[in-house]
Each structure stands twice: as structure tokens, then as C-alpha cells.
């Protein structure tokens, strides 16, 4: 098979980690007889300074030819610094996600058997963790109005959702929990938010569709607490755009190691794959990031975006051997042990493929 991929490496460390994921990614398609062409575009700070918007037109239309995006990072200490800053990095990133359709965020969470230990959780709450968050990504306060009135002394942010938006992100919601363990939990604040109240009741009206689905619905404070305690208790999580990018951060913890955890964004075009880490400047060009994350990201671009699942296990096979004979770079190495290079891990990953 052939696949052209749009190539967004980003900002700080993205084009470290995403080389390593490039160098899997072809050392998997000349295993099993496929043909990748990469195509680079620029998004983020580094757009902003070549051309002063951080996500070019030609850079869409790179995406939107693309049979799948893989993604970097996007973010810089300059704009981080910066609040009045007029263009941003991230703006780049809510433009992406608008434009190309991306609607749900699948975020997974697993824990590692070799790794198990480094979870600042105890051992016996996070075994057997296995979850899926949905987050909804192109609605709720990201995108609502928002400003400033009294001569700057009063900001707002509005959180606007339209039942079109839930009903089409609960129905990937559900799909998945249909392939796992028939279990979806609605994520809210239907106490206190109007938006969580019409996200709960559509919810509702659409269980009698998926009939062998057993649905919950708890308040985001309770998910946030009950995350830290019993977090192989869920499954699938659906929830609105704010709600998500909280718990699946703190969700991310539970393996140890924000930078093992892989995402992708589905929607209505090209659908894009990237580590759930950031940009993580102080690190960019040291040869130091954890490159597993963005890695694991390509194993699900093949298995969800190609329908390749052999050759998505053929990744998760070798990383998982990685970690056990403790192939990794020096925020997962014990101390005293010797810590590999980004490119080094990279190296031995496609040398035992």
C-alpha cells in the first residue's frame, strides 16, 4: 500500500521525536511491503516566524491531501511569555482543528508492566488501567466569544455547544465502548452549567440506540477525584472540550510518564496522530525527549487511519521491548542506570523491527 503523510513536526522537541517516529514508520512499511511519502509543512512558532501565521494555507492543503497528519509539538517560551502576544502558537493548533474537522480527541490511557512502579500511584490502583477518553475539540469555551470590557478590567469567555456537537462526538463515544467493554461514562457539571445539562440529556435520548451499553454520568470534579483512585473502574469518557484537556492530562500520569502516552484527532477530513506532550523547549536539541509517545501515536495513525493492525502491534511490540530491557531516554531510566539519546532509542527500535 502506499500513504502520503502530512509531516507537522512543530515546535522545541517535535522534530526530534517526530524524526524517531519517522524512522519506525518506515522501518515498518519495509517489513510489510508499503510505501510512505512524507510530506513537511510548518505549523506553530516556527510558522509564525517564516511566514507570521502559525497555520499557513499551504500547510492545510498539505493536511487536507494527506491520507493522515503526524504531529509534533507546538509552543515556544517567547509566546508562553508573552499574554499580549497578537499571534500565537496555539492559535495555530484551534485553527488546525477547525479547519480539517477535528472534532474528537481519542486519548488512551494504559499502564506498562515494566513501568508500573514509576506511577506516582500505588501499584495496586492502577493495574489493569485500560481507558479511553473522547474529548470534543472544536466547541465549548475554546471557541466560544470571548473579550474584554470595562476598559480591559472585565475578561469573558463563553461556552457554547450545539446539540449537533454532542450527539456526533457521544456517537464515536459509543461506537468505541461497543469494541471494549461496553461501558461509556458522560463526563459534566450538569449541577451548574447549562452546556453540561444539554450534553447530559442528549446523551440520554441516545442510550435506547446503543442498548447494550451501560452509561453513567458523573461530574467532572468526581471524575478528576476518582481518576487518582479507581482509574481502571472507567472505560470509555466522553466530555466537552474544557472538561478533557484537565482530566486527560491527569489521566496521562497514571503511566508514569507523559511521554508514552499517544492521541489522535478524528473528524470530518484527514484525521491527525501526536504525542500528548508538549513542546517542551528546555529540552529542544539536547537529543534527551522521550520519543516513545510520538512513536506509539504512528502505531495508532496505522492501525486507525490505514486499518493496518499488524503492523500498529509490530510497533507496540517492540516499544514495549524497549522498556523492558530498558532501552529508554533519562526520564524513564533508574537512577544509576544509563539513559539512551531520543535518536538512540529511535536507532534501536528499528534495528529489533
Aim: proline share 5%.
Amino acid at each position: 500500500m502506499k500513504f502520503n503523510i502530512a509531516l507537522l513536526a512543530g515546535d522545541g522537541i517535535g522534530p526530534e521525536v517526530i524524526n524517531e517516529a519517522v524512522k519506525v514508520s518506515d522501518a515498518i512499511a519495509k517489513k510489510f511491503n508499503h510505501e510512505i511519502t512524507w510530506t513537511p509543512a510548518l505549523t506553530g512558532a516556527c510558522a509564525i516566524d517564516a511566514v507570521g501565521v502559525p497555520y499557513p494555507d499551504e500547510t492545510h492543503e498539505v493536511c487536507m491531501k494527506a491520507d493522515a497528519v503526524l504531529f509534533g509539538a507546538i509552543g515556544h517560551p517567547k509566546y508562553d511569555n508573552d499574554p499580549s502576544a497578537p499571534v500565537r502558537p496555539e492559535q495555530g493548533l484551534l485553527l488546525m482543528r477547525k479547519k480539517l474537522g477535528l472534532f474528537a480527541n481519542v486519548r488512551p490511557t494504559f499502564t506498562f508492566p515494566s513501568l508500573i512502579d514509576n506511577s506516582p500511584l500505588k501499584r495496586e490502583r492502577i493495574e489493569g488501567t485500560d481507558l479511553v477518553f473522547l474529548r470534543e475539540l472544536t466547541g465549548g469555551i475554546y471557541f466560544g466569544e470571548k473579550g474584554r470590557r470595562d476598559g480591559g478590567e472585565t475578561a469573558f469567555d463563553n461556552c457554547v455547544y450545539t446539540r449537533a456537537e454532542v450527539q456526533r462526538l457521544a456517537k464515536k463515544g459509543f461506537e468505541l465502548a461497543m469494541t471494549r467493554s461496553k461501558k461509556l461514562c458522560c463526563v459534566d457539571k450538569a449541577n451548574v452549567l447549562e452546556t453540561s445539562r444539554l450534553w447530559r440529556e442528549t446523551v440520554q435520548a441516545m442510550e435506547k440506540d446503543y442498548p447494550e451499553v451501560t452509561v453513567s454520568y458523573e461530574f467532572v470534579d468526581a471524575v478528576a477525584m476518582r481518576l487518582v483512585q479507581w482509574p481502571n473502574s472507567y472505560d470509555v469518557l466522553i466530555t466537552e472540550n474544557l472538561f478533557g484537556d484537565i482530566l486527560t492530562d491527569e489521566a496521562s500520569v497514571i503511566s508514569g510518564s507523559m511521554g508514552l502516552m499517544p492521541s489522535a484527532s478524528v473528524g470530518e477530513h484527514t484525521s491527525l496522530y501526536e504525542p500528548i506532550h508538549g513542546s517542551y523547549p528546555q529540552a529542544t536539541g539536547l537529543n534527551i525527549a522521550n520519543p516513545l509517545a510520538t512513536i506509539l501515536s504512528a502505531a495508532m495513525m496505522f492501525e486507525d487511519a490505514f486499518g493496518l493492525k499488524d503492523e500498529a502491534e509490530a510497533i507496540r511490540a517492540v516499544v514495549n521491548k524497549s522498556l523492558e530491557q530498558g532501552i529508554v531516554t533519562e526520564d524513564l531510566a533508574p537512577k544509576g542506570s544509563k539513559a539512551y539519546k531520543t535518536s538512540e532509542v529511535g536507532d534501536w527500535l528499528v534495528a529489533n523491527l
